[in-house]
């Protein structure tokens, strides 16, 4: 079992940045790919970004080139920095863990993730 706690949503103003961590515990944290996706009001939850177990990344053309995610296995944590936020960038985040066997695979499939985080709020103001 892996546990999931996401941190560092809030408030903010369009043009803004946030960087969102993810701390896991429970299991060793490099055996896992790791995501974050979001879910805004009345709609369905949708991929963001993705970070595989040896560190490449995939996002969705939403946030590309204004966000990155990174991973610190020594901490545990994975992050997600937006920058340049809209309003549309507006929902909850969820962090995601994998466990697959693979070390260079990025899961952008809600389906092939195991745990998931209780998710944080992120409300961009125009």
């Known amino acids: 079992q892996v546990q999931l706690a996401e941190s560092g949503g809030g408030l903010l103003q369009a043009g803004g940045s946030l960087r969102l961590s993810c701390a896991a515990s429970?299991?060793?944290?490099?055996?896992?790919?790791m995501g974050w996706f979001r879910q805004g009001l009345g709609k369905e939850r949708e991929f963001v970004a993705a970070i595989s177990r040896s560190g490449g990344s995939y996002y969705t053309d939403s946030v590309k080139g204004r966000a990155t995610i990174s991973r610190d296995n020594a901490k545990n944590t994975v992050y997600l920095q937006m920058n340049s936020l809209k309003p549309e960038d507006t929902a909850v985040y969820y962090c995601?863990?994998?466990?697959?066997?693979?070390?260079?695979?990025?899961?952008?499939?809600?389906?092939?993730?195991?745990?998931w985080g209780q998710g944080t709020q992120v409300t961009v103001s125009s």
């Open positions: 995601t863990a994998s466990a697959t066997p693979s070390t260079i695979v990025v899961i952008t499939n809600r389906g092939d993730y195991d745990y």
């Open positions: 429970g299991h060793t944290f490099n055996d896992y790919a």
